[in-house]
């Protein structure tokens, strides 16, 4: 009998899991592009998103329960978009939006929660002149499948990293490796992550290299020129840390470059100023490694 109930239990998980549906939206179109041409876009979407465990939602159903509802195409709020989700009775919606911005086509896709309200994935792309808009859109919404997939294969991660294109405070996290981006390469594909937390406590700059190195995977002290950059863009990275870590505190961190034998630089993140300090006062820590 015991086995006869495990049975019974296991059979009715595997049906929940496999009945899961999610339902793509018709992207809002945003600054500088016409309803017409984001509809293309999120057609092109539509095609190639389909993400592994989940049913999706036929479009003439969507429609309904929009004109039922008396939404708005395109001018959708977040909070119409998880009511027709609550309709439609599936566990995840798609939404996404469509900007230009200096003469380029930017497409950021997110998954809400119906449930919660919460938004478990996103991602984003950007159209660069003289590409492939299908391919563009192909790679996103492979991207974003592979994010969300019921008991993902083993190479799940490696898809997201192939195709990725990340910007300044975008949430790294591929093969168990998590950081906050603070630079990209032209081209989207890699770039450098500070830590999601910085050390438990200050030290000296001995002991500050120790814990970075310590974390592995190529984790390491910024030198001074990185520090530089991220205090040029340490509002939009606490925007994302205060969420997933430590914000970057506001004072002196050490940096990996020394002025001499006794001395090494820092930077103060509050106003951006270099001071070199004793190799043996304590400072903030902070790590980055490269993508």
């Known amino acids: 009998m015991k086995k006869l109930a495990l049975f019974i239990c296991s059979l009715f998980a595997v049906v929940t899991v496999s009945a899961q549906r999610v339902a793509v939206l018709d992207f809002n179109a945003g600054v500088g592009v ?74 950021d896709v997110r998954v809400v929660n ?17 590409s492939s808009y299908r391919t563009m859109m192909s790679q996103l919404g492979t991207r974003l499948a592979s994010q969300i997939a019921i008991n993902p294969t083993a190479n799940t991660q490696s898809v997201v990293s192939q195709y990725k294109t990340w910007k300044v405070g975008d949430l790294y996290d591929v093969n168990g490796k998590q950081g ?37 995977g190529g984790w390491r002290l910024p030198t001074l020129d990185e520090l530089r950059v991220i205090h040029k863009v340490v509002e939009t990275l606490n925007q994302v840390l205060a969420a997933v870590g430590d914000e970057i505190s506001r004072g002196s961190h050490w940096s990996s470059i020394e002025r001499n034998s006794e001395d090494a630089w820092s930077i103060y993140m509050n ?11 304590d400072l903030y ?7």
């Open 271 to 281: 106003g951006g100023s270099t001071t070199n300090y004793y190799k043996s006062v």
């Open 285 to 291: 820590v902070r790590a980055v490694c490269a993508f």
């Open 34 to 107: 016409s309803q017409a041409d984001v509809d293309g876009i999120s057609a092109i979407f539509n095609t190639y998103f389909s993400p592994r465990g989940y049913t999706l939602v036929e479009r003439t159903q969507i429609d309904r329960v929009i004109d039922e509802q008396n939404f708005q195409r395109g001018k959708l709020t977040q909070s119409q978009m998880v009511r027709i989700g609550q309709i439609l009775n599936v566990s995840k919606v798609v939404i996404g939006d469509v900007n230009i911005v200096m003469n380029q086509y930017n497409v």
């Open 180 to 216: 906050v981006v603070y630079v990209v390469t032209p081209d989207g594909k890699h770039g450098k992550m500070i830590s999601i937390n910085q050390a438990p406590d200050t030290m000296n700059w001995s002991d500050a290299k120790s814990w970075c190195s310590n974390l592995g």
């Open 114 to 130: 119906v449930e919660s309200g919460t938004i478990s994935a996103k991602d984003g792309a950007t159209w660069a002149p003289g």
